[in-house]
Nanobody, 123 residues
Framework: VQLQASGGGLVQTGGSLRLSCAAS????????VGWFRQAPGKEREFVGA???????YYADSVKGRFTISRDNAKNTVYLQMNSLKPEDTAVYYC??????????????????WGQGTQVTVSS
């Protein structure tokens, strides 16, 4: 599976962005997909994830503001980000792997990674 993340950009505080994670390869619908982010000088952190069965998990820091969805017909997973804050500024990565009926918040559990897309939230 090859992943390509897109949709990042510069937005003001309170604004919105929608990131996309497009996958190539067969059977993408059977993969869990996670979103992670890494700010300069910080560790990569979990943002949210969606299982193949569409169970969805979020980090506490984004609950109520971010929404993950998937469109298996388009081999794409989305991360809708609303009410953005300057602390959301980071490079956002999508990752995928077969994780059974669940998803994972641990980056080590994902084998396939996209290249990252920069999100910058200005104050």
């Amino acid at each position: 599976v090859q992943l390509q993340a897109s949709g990042g950009g510069l937005v003001q505080t309170g604004g919105s962005l929608r990131l996309s994670c497009a996958a190539s390869g067969r059977a993408f619908s059977t993969y869990a997909v996670g979103w992670f982010r890494q700010a300069p000088g910080k560790e990569r952190e979990f943002v949210g994830a969606i299982s193949w069965a569409e169970s969805i998990y979020y980090a506490d820091s984004v609950k109520g503001r971010f929404t993950i969805s998937r469109d298996n017909a388009k081999n794409t997973v989305y991360l809708q980000m609303n009410s953005l804050k300057p602390e959301d500024t980071a490079v956002y990565y999508c990752a995928a792997d077969k994780l059974g009926a669940s998803a994972s918040s641990a980056s080590r559990d994902y084998k396939f990674w996209g290249q990252g897309t920069q999100v910058t939230v200005s104050s």
